[in-house]
Nanobody, 122 residues
Framework: QVQLVESGGGLVQARGSLRLSCAASGRTFRSYGMGWFRQAPGKEREFVAAINRYGGNTNYADSVKGRFTISRDNAKNTLYLQMNSLKPEDTAVYYC???????????????WGQGTQVTVSS
């Protein structure tokens, strides 16, 4: 099993930056593909970014491509999401998740964090 705890959310002005972190428990972090998802009020949860076990392959939603960067440090059991040029439409609760393979499909993720709020003011 993997337990995931996100941090780093907050309130930021448009065009600002934030870095989210996701700390994973256990020694099997490197066995999982990891992803970030987000859910805005009144909307369904949507895919943001994914990274494979060793960090060599990534995938991004079109809405964040070129602005967000997903990365991982397997030695520290930590996943990151660097978010630059933030827009008000990026406001959402951001979740990290772990899957047995590299995927963008939410249903393939077995483990989820509790989420961290990101609010971007205009």
């Amino acid at each position: 099993q993997v337990q995931l705890v996100e941090s780093g959310g907050g309130l930021v002005q448009a065009r600002g930056s934030l870095r989210l972190s996701c700390a994973a428990s256990g020694r099997t972090f490197r066995s999982y593909g990891m992803g970030w998802f987000r859910q805005a009020p009144g909307k369904e949860r949507e895919f943001v970014a994914a990274i494979n076990r060793y960090g060599g392959n990534t995938n991004y939603a079109d809405s964040v491509k070129g602005r967000f960067t997903i990365s991982r440090d397997n030695a520290k059991n930590t996943l990151y999401l660097q978010m630059n040029s933030l827009k008000p439409e990026d406001t959402a609760v951001y979740y990290c998740a772990a899957a047995p393979e590299f995927t963008v499909v939410a249903g393939m993720y077995n483990y989820w964090g509790q989420g961290t709020q990101v609010t971007v003011s205009s």
